[in-house]
Each structure stands twice: as C-alpha cells, then as structure tokens.
C-alpha cells in the first residue's frame, strides 16, 4: 500500500511540473484561437487540471511539441521550489550551440549521473576527462574491421536463424499476431548482448522465455524518466526509503550486477585457462585483452560500467527504431511498396535460405537510398532517445536570446524537433524518407546533425551509428521482403513514459508470409 501512497505522490508532483508546462500550452493555444488542440483539461474545484494532468502524463511528448510549437521552438521554466529550473528546446541553433560550439559549459552534470545511477561510472554518465577517455577506448574497439565485421555476420545469422523463422512460426498460429515490439526486445537484446559479451541468451527463441535482465531494465528506465520530472530532493528521499519505483529500481540494479558480474566472471575463467581468444571479437573480451583496462585496478567495475552502457544503448535504442519502423510501413502503403520495389533486384539474384526465405547482406544494402532514407525518416519522427538532458556550468545566454544560469536543467526534446514546421516544414509529420533524397534521386541529401538529432550532434555522437544502421537495414530488409506486417485493427499505438521511446502497448501485428515477387504485390492486396 505504501508503495501505492508513493506513486500517487510521484504522479502529483510531475503533475505540478506539468502543470506548469500544459496552462502555458493551454494559454498560449487559446491566445492563437487554436483551442481545438489543447488537451481538452477540465477545470475542478481546488484541484483544478490536476486530475486531467495525471491522465494525460503519457502524452507528455505531444503536450510539450505543441508548447515548443507554439512559444518559438524554447520555453524557459523557473518556479519556486528546488530542482525546478528548466530550459526546454527543439531549436537547432540551441542545438548547435549546448552540444558543440560551447560544449564544455553544458556536461550531463552531476545529476543526470544521479538519475542514471543503473549505468555507474560508464560512458553515458561520465563528463571531463573520464568520459573522454572511455569514448576513445570504445571508439577505438568499436570501429575496426574486425569488429565491423562481426555486427555485419552476427545480425544477417541473427535474421537468417532467429528472426525469420520466429516470424514464419507467428505467421503459421491461428490468428498469426504477436507484438513486434516483443520481438525486435527480445532480438536487440540477443544481438546486443552477443556483440558486447559474445554470448546469445536465446531472448528470440520460439516459446520467448522470460528474461528477468529484460523486465530490469524497463523497470530503472522507467524510474529514471521519473526522476526527470520529480523533484530531485523527492526522489532522493524516495530512494532513501526505498518505496515506489525507487524500490523496484533498487531491484532492477541488482538483477543488472549479477548478470554483468557473472558474465565477466565466466570470461576472465576461459581467458586464464585457455588464454585469449584471438578469434573473439566481442567487446568483453577486447576489453579483457587490453593492457591498459589490465592495469586498472578497478578493472572489473570498468568493464562492468562500460559494457552494461553498451549493453543499455543497445538493445533499447534499436530496438524501439525498429518497432516504429515496422508501424510506419504497416501504416505507409506506399513506402512500403518502394521499398520493396528497391529490394527487388538483390532478392532476384539471391538464392532462397531455410524455408524458402531470403535476407539480405549488408554489402548488398549499403548502397540502397531508399532504404537508408526510410531509417533516417523513421528516426526523425520516432528518435529512439526522445529528450536529453544538459546542465549549465556558466551563465551563458543562447543563440535564441535566452539566459541560463548554473543550477538549470537543459531538456533538449529530440521528439519534438522532427515535429517541427519551422525546421522540417509543413509536412513534417508525415512519414516521407523522400525528403532526405535530392530532386534528381542520385543521391542523400546533406541534413546537419543539429536538425536531426536522433544520433545526438557534436562531440557526443552516438558512437553505435553506423552499427546501428547495418542492424536496422539488414533486419528491415529481412522482415519487409518476407512477410506483410499488418496493425490489429483497434491496437492503440502511443509513446509509453520512458527514457526510450517505446511503446506503450506494444505493437500488436498480423503477420503474413509474402509470396512470388513481393514487389509486385504490396501486403494490403496479399
Ligand atoms: C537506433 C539506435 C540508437 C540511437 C537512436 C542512438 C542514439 C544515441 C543518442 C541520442 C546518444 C546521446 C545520449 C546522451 O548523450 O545522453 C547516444 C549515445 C551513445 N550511443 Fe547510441 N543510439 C543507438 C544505438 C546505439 C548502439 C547499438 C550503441 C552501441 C552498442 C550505441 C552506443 C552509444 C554510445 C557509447 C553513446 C555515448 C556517446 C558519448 O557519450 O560519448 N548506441 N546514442
């Protein structure tokens, strides 16, 4: 019960915060004569819009979008108790600015390492020189042939032996549904886990086994986006006391540890008895190999924290851009269609593999334009991380004119850039990957990292992209030319409350085996 008190104590207090944020949306939507998109919050007695505000929590990306929308892409928020000093933005030219020209003034901060406190000292939470350090220690591993290599193999094998045939079981059921934000969870985790550890946990088997590292990591994600919007001395004294999600957290933390630790452990076994395993080209076990991680003596917390950040980033980023994805296609018939049309002749000289199947090899795609833009169109709508967090070290005021002062908590709202008309234009909530190709069809159009944000911009780029590319466009591929994805009719698709943008109800598919030239015939007239 106690638990229950807690929650509807973190409710209200992001409520507040919300509050705040939507009577502003709300007030400025009327004084543009556009009332017809505000939420539609109906005044109580004392209570006023809070009961509408907790209802509509999960819609805080759009609430935010039409505030950003309408109070020139920044909205500055001060109030009166401790933690709330906010400075929301979606502008490019603040973009610019916070991420690279005047990146030394705007770390994560100490808070943020707080909040993600699931992550330790690893990459994603560190600032300064030891996070310089770790990005050239994982940028060195992560980019050599060998490894590149080995994202190529591990996720084709993982199409090919996992992916495909789970979906032909799905399509071979009574009712051939299932979630296929489940799916590409359990499949992230499997690849992730293989190229970061060399281990495959068989997430993607059929019967989908319960995978309690999985469920862990949705509970402290959740948790963290909590503590986003929860007052930071709130959440503090909820973990003190160990209730409501500070307590399921606390849980989530363990369930991580023990699997890293065990992990590692096992390794550093085979790596004594056997010595290294040059063939090995997992991110553990380079990080074992490598003298300088050796001499650390924190060597085994190093490798922990660095490897469950790599772990974190990639199975919920990936996964959670494919999920989006595979609703776009179902949703844009037409897309879909040119997709398909564009594989067509690849699949043509390919040879069928198991159950008369075809995937594709990332050689094979890398030259494809349509597909490349249909990912990079897919992210700019659905940016798998939808807000990033900034502190401020010196005053400094912003391109767009505003002040910001040390103690004020930068959310950068990476949702609702690509939701932008001022930035994308007046299309820009449609799903049109023609808009990252030029007018004569040869080539990608330039768009700088400031606007499309999805891979963050400066000198913390994602640092999984071009990885996360190869795996997206393999899998894609993959699924798209074998099987007709369809959304159960009635399936509510929306954000859930997340650090990462999944959904809230899964994506509930039929699924359909295509058959002859798929090109020729799109899902909706199989
Ligand atoms: C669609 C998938 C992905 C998206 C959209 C994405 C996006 C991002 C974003 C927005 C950041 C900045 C986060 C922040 O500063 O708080 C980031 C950082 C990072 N990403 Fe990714 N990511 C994806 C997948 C991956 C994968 C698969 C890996 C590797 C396993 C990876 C590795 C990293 C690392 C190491 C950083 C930290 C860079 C730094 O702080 O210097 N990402 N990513």
Not at 89 to 94: H, I, L
Not at 140 to 161: D, I
Not at 186 to 210: H, M, N, Q
Not at 428 to 442: A, L, N, Q, T, Y
Request: hydrophobic letters at 45%.
């Amino acid at each position: 019960m106690a638990m229950d008190w807690f929650f509807i104590l973190q409710l209200l207090m992001s409520s507040v915060f919300l509050l705040v944020i939507l009577c502003r949306y709300r007030a400025a939507a009327k004084s543009k004569k556009t009332r017809g998109r505000s939420l539609g919050m109906t005044q109580w007695p004392i209570v006023g819009v809070i009961p509408a505000i907790v209802s509509n929590i999960h819609r805080i990306f759009e609430g935010v979008t039409g505030l950003l929308a309408l109070s020139h892409l920044n909205y500055q928020c001060r109030f009166w108790f401790a933690g709330f000093r906010y400075f929301i933005t979606c502008d490019p030219a603040n973009v610019r600015h916070i991420f690279t020209s005047n990146f030394e003034n705007y770390p994560k901060g100490d808070v943020f390492a707080q909040m993600f406190d699931i992550l330790g000292g690893g990459i994603f939470n560190s600032d300064g020189e030891k996070w310089r350090r770790q990005r050239t220690k994982a940028q060195m591993l992560m980019t050599t042939p060998r490894y590149r290599g080995f994202v190529e193999r591990s996720t084709l094998e993982k199409a090919e032996n996992s992916v495909l045939p789970y979906l032909a079981h799905v399509a071979g059921t009574a009712g051939a549904t299932c979630d296929l934000q489940d799916v590409f969870m359990r499949w992230s985790f499997d690849t992730t886990s293989k190229l970061v550890y060399g281990v495959d946990p068989g997430c993607l088997a059929i019967g989908l086994p319960e995978v309690p590292f999985a469920r862990a990591m949705d509970d402290a994600l959740r948790t963290v986006f909590l503590r986003h919007i929860i007052p930071v001395t709130i959440w503090k004294a909820m973990r003190r006391l160990d209730v409501g999600h500070e307590r399921k957290n606390a849980a989530a933390q363990r369930t991580a540890d023990s699997f890293v630790a065990a992990t590692i452990a096992s390794r550093r076994a085979a790596h004594r008895k056997h010595g290294a395993d040059k063939s090995a080209a997992d991110l553990l076990s380079s990080f074992i190999c490598d003298e300088e991680v050796a001499d650390d003596p924190d060597a085994d917390q190093y490798i922990r924290d660095m490897t469950l950040n790599l772990l974190v980033a990639g199975r919920d980023a990936t996964s959670s851009a494919l999920s989006w994805f595979f609703y776009l296609l179902a949703t844009n018939p037409r897309v879909e269609q040119k997709l398909l049309e564009e594989l067509a002749p690849i699949a043509a000289r390919k040879k069928p593999t198991g159950g008369g199947m075809v995937a594709f090899e990332a050689g094979e795609l890398k030259n494809l334009l349509y597909l490349h833009a249909a990912v990079c169109e897919c992210l700019r709508l659905y940016p798998s991380l939808p807000m990033e967090h900034k502190a401020v070290v010196a005053r400094d005021v912003l391109p767009s004119g505003h002040e910001v002062r040390p103690g004020d908590k930068i959310l950068v709202f990476n949702y609702s850039m690509g939701r932008m008309k001022r930035v994308w234009g007046p299309d820009c909530r449609e799903f049109r990957p023609e808009r990252w190709i030029s007018e004569d069809g040869k080539k990608l159009r330039y768009v700088p990292s400031n606007k499309f944000v999805a891979f963050n911009s400066g000198p913390r780029t994602c640092l999984g992209k071009e990885m996360v590319l190869v795996q997206m466009k393999v899998t894609v591929a993959a699924v798209a030319w074998n099987f007709a994805v369809e959304v159960v009719p009635g399936h509510v698709v929306e954000p859930k409350l997340s650090i990462i943008l999944h959904m809230k109800n899964g994506l509930l598919v039929r699924v359909k085996r295509r058959s002859g030239n798929p090109a020729a015939m799109t899902s909706r007239q199989q």
